[in-house]
């Protein structure tokens, strides 16, 4: 067990946290959009702007392609890191200008998103269902090619949101392969969006495009996913990919990882049929789901890219040399860097989890394609740098960017999720310090666990308390804490319960034993609500593992992934900061922005408080058992363990607190009542960021 004892600072604590209402919201704004001539700084309010830019321009190419991937909600961007400040406004802003760009250089862009759309910041989080306010906000910017994430299926109001209403929006544009619900009126199963899309870009490039989800499992009853070793055999997909009409290019997204020896990735399988079938024609592929800055190369005329994670990446691919008899692009544009690197495949990885090394069959003749990619940080410095030279531009707002972040300002207030707990005194960070060492983030939920969750009735039985650390989603950076941060910590709302009167000796064994397992999840299918969601670390494994199929990331025998490695709000222009620092299949020049390497540390799958211990020292003989129910199994099992010695089951458990004092509500339980915390409200210091 861990040997600190906490004593409560405060008896009673609110067991709910406001909630505001909902707001419409209008949807896309002009194609010719008028640009403001005007100095103000827009992203929202509390933002604050990058202070360092990007290395050099980007290479522009016969078609480019700028992605995004795993938004989960950050819509107003990372409000106290300067790295990752703007917001959905500004975004749109910026692709509109690049799209003015990519018509004056006479070339194709395409704007590609992967999926995952909320879970993950309260202005998505704070709503029922999730995503009522933030997809009307989202979907102002006009992608080219969308597909669907795990997130839009968990929960049957948000997969039906989805297909009612979102992928209306987009309609041909929003591709779900291998997706399916059951239509509410007819009780037949029915794709969420477009099987396929087939189109001509405006520059003459004939495209063929799929959206194909991983072999997901943890959908809601009323959604079917079909795994891709059956996709790649249906009627429908091989007639698509040996279509009648000539296919230039083939564009396949999907919310997986593009890396096929990841434990979850079906680009493999996708691939290898296509490259069969069509053994010559380039293949473009755009992932998600892992949450990593990635790109591969998988012949000489395919790669594929991922973009990372909440708000703080934008992926950017050129490549030229595309043959077609219809493309008047130019391959390579006047004025800008081009493409130039060649596509040559590394050694086969080894495999991830218990996946074999995957053969993937190659093209068999020279390739003229040439290709560039970048990672772009997501701030106002960066999208500024790189809109310049669009027509015309006086200025980088735009009417459409400017509406969307008031609409997103007007959303965060009528949601309270700016009001202010109180001043989190330092930064704490998940990964960039080891485990329960000064500034990391554990350490401070321990603190927070043993005073926040108390049943005032058994305040002075002495209690052991464990959460699974996936309950916890990102760092908690210094400065004030809002609503917001509280979803941004931990959006799920996993309750509290217990098994009373535990003998020590028993309950002491657990941690050790749960940590020594291997990670946790949901053990059965279900229906689930917005309450069941529950996640391991982003950087502990690829992926959601706590309900999504669990991933590693031990990429041996390829190269070092990028992870999020930190972030920061105050730098200076002399020396790189804090960030990401990627390393991929093209080497290590991908970030658009240089940063140094922040560290990361491993975490255990489950991180134990205790309170209400004797406070001369000893042992006690008997503890309460406290627990997320999200655990609840691997607890049991864990104390009826031969060597532990316990005979308990689900009839000895039982809620701890109200159901409604979850994950998502003890962290602003003990901001509210921890002196350091409130010392400084309302003018709370925000510090130097993550890493730093």
């Known amino acids: 067990m861990r040997a600190s004892t906490f004593v409560a600072v405060a008896s009673t604590f609110a067991s709910s946290l406001a909630c505001g209402g909902e707001e419409a919201h209008s949807c896309y704004g002009p194609q010719d959009d008028v640009v403001l001539t005007r100095n103000v700084r827009r992203m929202q309010p509390d933002a604050q702007n990058a202070t360092t830019g990007p290395k050099a321009p980007l290479e522009w190419g016969q078609i480019n392609f700028l992605q995004t991937t795993d938004t989960h909600g ?21 692709t509109k200008h690049m799209k003015q760009k990519a018509k004056k250089l006479g070339v194709d862009l395409l704007l590609i998103d992967t999926g995952d759309l909320h879970d993950g910041a309260g202005i998505s989080d704070a709503t029922t269902p999730n995503g009522n306010i933030s997809n009307a906000i989202w979907d102002n910017v006009d992608y080219d090619l969308l597909t669907i994430g795990n997130h839009e299926l ?158 703080e990446t934008l992926g950017w691919v050129a490549v030229s040399g595309i043959e077609s008899s219809t493309c ?113 983030l554990f350490g401070l939920l321990q603190t927070a666990l043993a005073t926040a969750v108390v049943n005032e009735t058994r305040k002075d039985i002495p209690r052991l308390i464990i959460i699974n650390t996936g309950s916890v989603r990102f760092d908690l950076a210094q400065g004030p804490f809002t609503y917001d941060d509280s979803f941004i910590v931990s959006p799920f709302a996993d309750a509290f319960q217990f098994i009373p009167d535990v003998p020590y000796a028993q309950a002491s064994q657990v941690l050790d034993i749960l940590n020594a397992g291997a990670f946790q999840k949901k053990k059965k299918k279900r229906e689930l609500s917005p309450r069941d969601f529950g996640f391991s670390p982003i950087l502990a494994a690829d992926g959601d593992t706590c309900i999504d199929p669990p991933m590693t990331h031990d990429y ?53 408080a205790n309170a209400s211990f004797p406070l001369d020292g000893t042992q006690p003989t008997t503890v309460d058992m406290v627990f997320l129910d999200f655990i609840a199994s691997y607890i049991l099992n864990a104390l009826n363990e031969p060597a532990v010695g316990g005979a308990y089951s689900l009839s000895d458990v039982s809620y701890y607190m109200d159901k409604s004092f979850t994950t998502n509500s003890y962290l602003p339980a003990y901001a509210k009542v921890a002196p350091e915390w409130q010392k400084d409200v309302p003018n709370c210091p925000v510090g130097a960021g993550i890493g730093a």
């Open 556 to 608: 041996t025998g390829t190269t070092k992934r990028s992870y999020a490695s930190g972030r920061l709000l105050r730098r200076t222009n002399t020396k790189p900061v804090p960030g990401y620092t990627t390393t991929d299949d093209f080497g290590t020049d991908g970030d658009d922005t240089v940063h140094s390497k922040i560290p990361n540390y491993p975490q255990p799958n489950d991180l134990q």
């Open 74 to 94: 950050w819509l107003e961007g990372h409000i106290k890191e300067q790295n990752y400040g703007a917001d959905w406004g500004d975004y749109l802003s910026f």
């Open 328 to 440: 008047k692009a130019n391959h390579t544009p006047k004025g800008v860097p081009n493409p130039t690197r060649k596509a040559i495949p590394t050694e086969p990885a080894k495999a991830t989890g218990t996946v074999s090394a995957i053969v993937l069959p190659t093209s068999t003749t020279p390739s003229t394609l040439r290709y560039a990619r970048r990672y772009l940080d997501w701030n106002r410095v960066t999208f500024n740098y790189h809109a310049k030279g669009s027509q015309p531009y006086t200025a980088f707002d735009t009417s459409a960017g400017v509406l969307t972040t008031t609409d997103i300002t007007s959303a965060r207030t009528k949601l309270n999720l700016t009001d202010l707990y109180g001043c989190a005194p330092a930064t704490y960070c998940q990964y960039c310090k080891p485990f329960l060492s000064e500034g990391n």
């Open 154 to 311: 968990y929960v049957t109001e948000v997969a039906y949101e989805t297909f009612s209403n979102f992928s209306k929006v987009y309609g041909e544009r929003y591709l779900t392969s291998n997706v399916q619900i059951r239509d509410p009126v007819t009780g037949e199963f029915e794709y969420i969006g477009n099987k396929y899309r087939y189109f001509t870009t405006e520059q003459g490039l004939r495209i063929m495009s799929f959206g194909v989800l991983f072999d997901f499992t943890g959908n809601s009853n009323v959604s079917k996913v079909i795994p891709a070793k059956t996709l790649v055999t249906q009627d429908w997909f091989l007639e698509a990919v040996n279509f009648k009409e000539p296919i230039d290019l083939f564009v396949v997204i999907g919310h997986n990882p593009v890396r096929t020896n990841v434990t979850s990735s079906t680009f493999g399988t996708l691939f290898s049929t296509i490259r069969k079938l069509r053994p010559e024609v380039p293949i473009q592929a755009f992932g998600g789901h892992t949450h990593i800055r990635d790109f591969v190369v998988y012949d000489n005329k395919a790669t594929g890219i991922e973009s990372g994670r909440f708000c």
